[in-house]
């Protein structure tokens, strides 16, 4: 049986508008790139989650798991198996003193939390709220913007591993650093979180969100799909600074291009492939090496087949 053929006979208890075939991965990411997810099903409860990884085990067949796809580079190829998009969504608010207790669900996304927090005057969210994100990719890679990190408000995370057995862990013992965790390391899928922040003042909330919207509005290039920020930073030096001093703005390969906005940006000028953006960046890469010495490493991550 092809995978078409063993998604059908499973039986799954999830609507058949969640569940879709040769998927166009295009729409499914900020980069607006990628080839065709063979199975692509939407995930909304920790029990379907549970369902299709014991049929992906009893194939066996590969499964990839997506947030908002905004730290992402799919293939032209696109990805073999089942791509399953958490869609899991909650959130509790529990105010206790002067700290406020939130649960939410991996896939609540960040913008639209990051709303309600402003409208119930709840404090500590404003530096991540611009974050083109859902909680449960936030927590994976430890995303962060102006100097604050999930791993600054996260006290328990709740996952699933590839067999379907759950797991708690503290914030101790998620090993947060520099955009990671255990869980780009390890095999588990975050489903929910508990994070702490505080009690605030609603204008006070509001002008710090609209500052760093601003920043971001200024400073980056949102104008145009991208995987947001495409190299990590180095141990001592600024990446965007060298592939700027490198001359390298603007530069592009196809419809891959160096943001002349934010040279730590490779965007999609329009119908770029996975391969423009792949030889750009190899291109980067191998040149910041020659003229500096220095290492680039990839913030994004890339998924599908080669």
Do not use: W
């Amino acid at each position: 049986m092809n995978l078409e053929e063993i998604i059908k006979n499973a039986n799954l208890r999830i609507e058949k508008e969640r569940i879709a075939f040769q998927e166009p991965m295009k729409q499914h990411t900020t980069f607006k790139i990628g080839g065709p997810a063979e199975c692509f099903i939407k995930i909304e409860t920790i029990e379907e989650l549970k369902e299709v990884l014991k049929l992906a085990n009893s194939h066996p067949i590969p499964v990839t798991i997506l947030g908002n796809g905004s730290n992402l580079l799919v293939t032209d190829k696109g990805i073999a198996g089942i791509t399953i998009k958490i869609k899991i969504e909650k959130l509790e608010i529990q105010e206790e003193a002067n700290k406020v207790k939130i649960i939410v669900g991996a896939g609540e996304k960040i913008a639209k939390i990051g709303r309600i927090f402003l409208q119930k005057e709840i404090s500590g969210f404003e530096e991540i709220s611009g974050i083109p994100g859902t909680i449960g990719g936030a927590i994976r890679m430890n995303a962060g913007a102006h100097g604050k990190e999930m791993k600054d408000i996260v006290k328990v995370v709740k996952c699933v591993d590839y067999d379907g057995n759950e797991k708690i862990f503290t914030n101790e013992e998620m090993k947060f650093d520099y955009r990671k965790s255990r869980l780009k390391e390890e095999k588990y899928i975050v489903t929910e979180a508990e994070l702490e922040l505080a009690k605030g003042k609603k204008e006070e909330i509001q002008a710090k969100m609209e500052e760093y919207a601003n920043y971001r509005k200024e400073k980056q290039p949102i104008e145009f799909p991208s995987a947001g920020s495409t190299f990590k930073r180095g141990e001592d030096f600024i990446t965007a600074q060298l592939i700027e001093a490198a001359g390298l703005k603007g530069y592009s390969i196809g419809g891959a291009e160096v943001s002349n906005k934010h040279s730590g940006f490779v965007i999609n000028k329009g119908n770029a492939t996975a391969q423009d953006v792949l030889q750009l960046i190899e291109f980067i890469q191998e040149e910041i090496y020659k003229k500096y010495g220095k290492e680039i490493k990839l913030e994004m991550e890339i998924v599908g087949e080669k």
